[in-house]
């Protein structure tokens, strides 16, 4: 079935280093989102991507969705302690069915 | 508005007991779904739903049930509770389709003994 592969699993970083985290699919992507969960909380919608090249910055928060539609990347620029927390990718699943099908993840650590 | 809600926040149950988790939403939003999340694998749908009388099984439905008898609730049924269903269950919700942005509830977290 559709998988979205989310890579790395886990990133430490130094407060001020650059992070990214990226999404790949098999299939072609008809769209992609991005969300973010602290620890603790619930995942928390960033931005939803749809045409092929698209680029969509929030402040440090960068969004790019790869000319094929099957990858996906967020760059954060000058990481700060706010931006802790698990970032996932997710998209259509393959099929036509209406399910979204999540990646397993990015943890983000950020050592002050 | 007050969002996806979801009762219990946590929940302690012994294997083989069964349970309903409650999940309501006040946006009128006519897709609904359940995840659970587990440490290292990420958010797996459970069941959805696109409107009122409308289920469909996810990626893991064996030992839940679901139902949509309104727009404002989905419950998830587990009917004999296993240590496997351990897990953070959340609920969210979207206007008029899967591909919108999903409202998250502040989920479940269940132990099953």
């Known amino acids: 079935g559709q998988q979205v592969m989310q890579i790395p699993q886990y990133q430490h970083v130094q407060e001020g280093e650059d992070f990214t985290t990226y999404c790949n699919s098999s299939?072609?992507?008809?769209?992609i989102q991005w969300y973010k969960q602290r620890p603790g909380g619930h995942p928390v919608f960033l931005i939803q991507l749809v045409k092929s090249g698209e680029v969509k910055k929030q402040k440090r928060l960068t969004f790019q969705f790869g000319e094929a539609k099957k990858n996906s990347s967020l760059h954060i620029t000058a990481t700060q302690t706010t931006d802790v927390g698990t970032y996932f990718c997710a998209g259509p699943a393959q099929g036509g069915s209406e399910k979204l099908v999540f990646g397993k993840g990015t943890k983000l650590t950020v050592n002050p | 508005n007050a969002g996806v809600t979801q009762t219990p926040k946590f929940q302690v149950l012994k294997t083989g007991q069964s349970m309903t988790l409650q999940c309501a939403q006040d946006m009128n939003h006519e897709y609904m779904s359940w995840y659970r999340q587990d440490p290292g694998m990420g958010l797996r749908l459970i069941h959805y739903?696109?409107?009122?009388?409308?289920?469909d099984q996810g990626e893991v439905p064996n030992g839940y049930n679901v139902s949509r008898s309104t727009t404002e609730d989905f419950p998830l049924r587990l009917l004999s509770a296993a240590p496997s269903q351990t897990s953070v269950y959340f609920c969210?919700?979207?206007?008029?389709?899967?591909?919108?942005?999903?409202?998250f509830g502040p989920g479940t977290r269940l132990t099953v003994l």
């Open positions: 739903s696109v409107g009122a009388g409308i289920t």
């Open positions: 969210a919700s979207s206007s008029r389709t899967y591909y919108n942005e999903q409202f």
């Open positions: 299939t072609t992507l008809s769209n």
